[in-house]
Nanobody, 126 residues
Framework: QVQLVESGGGAVPPGGSLTLSCTTS????????MTWLRHHPRRGIEWLSSINSSGDDVAYADSVKGRFTIARDNANSALFLQLNDLRPDDTAVYRC???????????????????WGRGTQVTVSS
């Protein structure tokens, strides 16, 4: 069974940084593109970033481009999101997802997200 477990969230001041992790099991991670999403308290679900199976192609939402970095460790079936220069409106539950790869890259639309993790809370406030 596909398992996606996020960790690494927390409370940080504006300008702070966090590294989020997504540990996975139940599928062949090394052949699968992956995606990070977030659930805002008011804005709903937002796609953040995608990474292809080998890690040599990435995509970012405009809201996080230049601040967030997606990465993967295929040897450990793990996905990461480095969050830098955090802002209060980054406050959200961050989730990793495994797309349905029948849909096209960069899997930025909700209908492409086949599996979601439960999420890890990031809170940015003074």
């Amino acid at each position: 069974q596909v398992q996606l477990v996020e960790s690494g969230g927390g409370a940080v001041p504006p300008g702070g940084s966090l590294t989020l992790s997504c540990t996975t099991s139940g599928f062949t991670f090394s052949t699968t593109p992956m995606t990070w999403l977030r659930h805002h308290p008011r804005r709903g679900i937002e796609w953040l970033s995608s990474i292809n199976s080998s890690g040599d192609d990435v995509a970012y939402a405009d809201s996080v481009k230049g601040r967030f970095t997606i990465a993967r460790d295929n040897a450990n079936s793990a996905l990461f999101l480095q969050l830098n220069d955090l802002r209060p409106d980054d406050t959200a539950v961050y989730r990793c997802s495994r797309p349905d790869t029948r849909y096209t890259w960069p899997h930025s639309s909700e209908y492409t997200w086949a599996y979601w993790g439960r999420g890890t809370q990031v809170t940015v406030s003074s």
